[in-house]
């Protein structure tokens, strides 16, 4: 196989792209160079996918087995893209979001409602924009591969949640912990998510995709006390009742990464419906495999800032209290 990956030198693309390395395929990737090197043995395609003409520059006169874009702004850069590659490419995946869905009600699946979205937008909200650059895909591809994530941890994670948790757990002493130890959680590993995506375009798999585990894969319980394993830390989890952590204003998703509550507009996010996707063949890892791996990889890479405006973890002074 010979494939295109737009991006592919962070997280998720990177992650792709190693994958599709070890199969033995022949992988370009298009990316602007400035935001660190791809995995060896893959083709740099190097321009700026936000103008037409350095992607069509870029791209040459290639062809390819398959494309996957990771686009998570502006929709219609991924409709540019999308039309560049047209006559091009025989199949496309597109990394979208299961936050497309109006509504992350408990045991909805890829039928549930979506928001709107506008393939030929300019960047609004994370939501819409997935919704558009899905569209954007649809309207060059109408058999693109749509692999709607959920929460994603792994190596190389610069949304920084598993990494913020080993960070302060290594740290030690009284670690805030949210909610109920047993609460079940649901995500993807990112090598499972690569692994997943190629096989399902080998595969010619076609239309949209939950990738995410079976819900309560593992509990907040079983992550925090695997990074506590991992780091070989003597960190002490206190456990804060929701109602206190709403009562103090923590904020779900970045000050308590890998937490929101289990009332309210998310309480289903970690309980959708992943059928369709574990039917034809993801597996996900144990979670103790995906925190030793990250917590070797931020060993030698260091602690990632997070991506602006989502950089993780409760501030010093809000810890103290809840500690309180």
């Not at 087995?65 to 540019?80: E, G, Q, Y």
């Not at 490419?89 to 506008?118: I, L, N, P």
């Not at 998310?266 to 996900?284: I, K, M, N, P, Y």
Request: overall charge negative; aromatic content about 6%.
């Amino acid at each position: 196989m010979r494939l295109l990956v737009l991006g592919g030198t962070r997280f998720v693309g990177r992650a792709v792209v190693e994958e599709a390395l070890a199969r033995g395929w022949q992988v370009d990737a298009v990316h602007r160079g400035v935001t660190g090197a791809l995995p060896e043995g893959a083709h740099d395609l190097i321009g700026d996918r936000t103008d037409r003409e350095q992607l069509a520059r870029a791209l040459g006169d290639g062809t390819w087995d398959a494309v996957l874009d990771t686009w998570a702004t502006a929709p219609r850069v991924a409709r540019t893209a999308a039309e560049v590659l047209q006559g091009r490419v025989t199949r496309a995946a597109y990394v979208s979001s299961r936050s497309v869905y109006v509504s992350m009600q408990a045991g909805r699946g890829e039928d549930a409602q979506v928001v709107d979205g506008d393939p030929d937008a300019d960047a609004t909200d994370y939501a819409a924009d997935k919704r558009g650059g899905e569209l954007a895909w649809l309207h060059a591809f109408p058999d693109v591969l749509l692999l709607r994530a959920g929460l994603i941890l792994g190596p190389h994670e610069d949304v920084a949640r598993l990494p913020w948790w080993l960070d302060r757990i290594a740290r030690g002493g009284r670690v805030v912990a949210p909610g109920r130890p047993e609460r079940g959680l649901q995500y993807v590993d990112v090598r499972d998510l690569a692994r997943f995506s190629l096989d399902a375009l080998e595969q010619g798999l076609t239309g949209p995709y939950n990738i995410t585990s079976a819900p309560a894969h593992a509990t907040t319980l079983e992550l925090l006390e695997a990074c506590v394993e991992v780091t070989g830390s003597d960190a002490e989890l206190v456990w804060v009742d929701e109602a206190d952590l709403a009562a103090a204003g923590v904020q779900p998703w970045t000050q308590l990464p890998c937490w929101v509550p289990e009332t309210g507009e998310d309480a289903g996010v970690f309980e959708g419906d992943t059928s369709r996707a574990l039917a034809a063949g993801l597996v996900v890892r144990p979670v103790e495999e995906t925190v030793a791996d990250t917590w070797a990889w931020v060993q030698e890479a260091g602690v990632p800032k997070g991506r602006p405006g989502m950089e993780p973890g409760l501030p010093v002074e809000l810890e103290r209290a809840l500690l309180q």
